[in-house]
T-cell receptor
Framework: GNSVTQMEGPVTLSEEAFLTINCTYTATGYPSLFWYVQYPGEGLQLLLKATKADDKGSNKGFEATYRKETTSFHLEKGSVQVSDSAVYFC?????????????FGTGTRLTIIP | NAGVTQTPKFQVLKTGQSMTLQCAQD?????MYWYRQDPGMGLRLIYY???????DKGEVPNGYNVSRLNKREFSLRLESAAPSQTSVYFCASTRQGWVGNTIYFGEGSWLTVV
């Protein structure tokens, strides 16, 4: 079955540091890949997505590239802010029509200190 | 623009009590999901409904039942609550047909079973 392996947290960085959160996946076919963000006490919001190999998703300064050869979708940001403190989830959606389930990684808690 | 709406937001139950979590979406989506979120385990799929009238078990269905009442509504029922069902529950929905369609989440329901 499909699976997502995500970098363990928690991650603590200083403001303006470079961020990488690793994500690798196992899937059959041609899945789509997503990063969701969860701020304290809130639900999940889509951060970015990529729907085919070599696609780059980007939003709010975050980027991730769908690498089929390494089965990876690492999240990066060049200069983090305190407001980026949240839990980040990598997720995969399978490509079987009518069975498009979303499989999540375990989440990475990110804390940015001023 | 409501999106995915879950009720209740908070609930405390005694062991053995029953309750139903309600979910409704106003985006005319075909597919709906129920997930639970536990520390260190990410989000795990409880049940999935690809369309009105169909439901499928996910990764952790034991102790739960679901009803896809119509296209808009997908409810999750705990028949006899157990402390192991203490969790945060998320409802989600998406338009079926393309693997790249975003899955939208509700704000979550915090359930404590004592």
């Amino acid at each position: 079955g499909n699976s997502v392996t995500q970098m363990e947290g928690p991650v603590t960085l200083s403001e303006e540091a470079f961020l990488t959160i690793n994500c690798t996946y196992t899937a059959t076919g041609y899945p789509s890949l997503f990063w969701y963000v969860q701020y304290p006490g809130e639900g999940l919001q889509l951060l970015l997505k990529a729907t085919k190999a070599d696609d780059k998703g980007s939003n709010k300064g975050f980027e991730a590239t769908y690498r089929k050869e390494t089965t990876s979708f690492h999240l990066e940001k060049g200069s983090v802010q305190v407001s980026d403190s949240a839990v980040y989830f990598c997720a995969l959606k399978g490509s079987n029509f009518g069975n498009e389930k979303l499989t999540f990684g375990t989440g990475t808690r990110l804390t940015i200190i001023p | 623009n409501a999106g995915v709406t879950q009720t209740p937001k908070f609930q405390v139950l005694k062991t053995g009590q029953s309750m139903t979590l309600q979910c409704a979406q106003d985006m005319n989506h075909n597919s709906m999901y129920w997930y639970r979120q536990d520390p260190g385990m990410g989000l795990r799929l409880i049940y999935y409904s690809a369309s009105e009238g169909t439901t499928d078990k996910g990764e952790v269905p034991n102790g739960y039942n679901v009803s896809r009442l119509n296209k808009r509504e997908f409810s999750l029922r705990l028949e006899s609550a157990a402390p192991s069902q203490t969790s945060v529950y998320f409802c989600a929905s998406t338009r079926q047909g393309w693997v790249g369609n975003t899955i939208y989440f509700g704000e979550g329901s915090w359930l404590t079973v004592v």
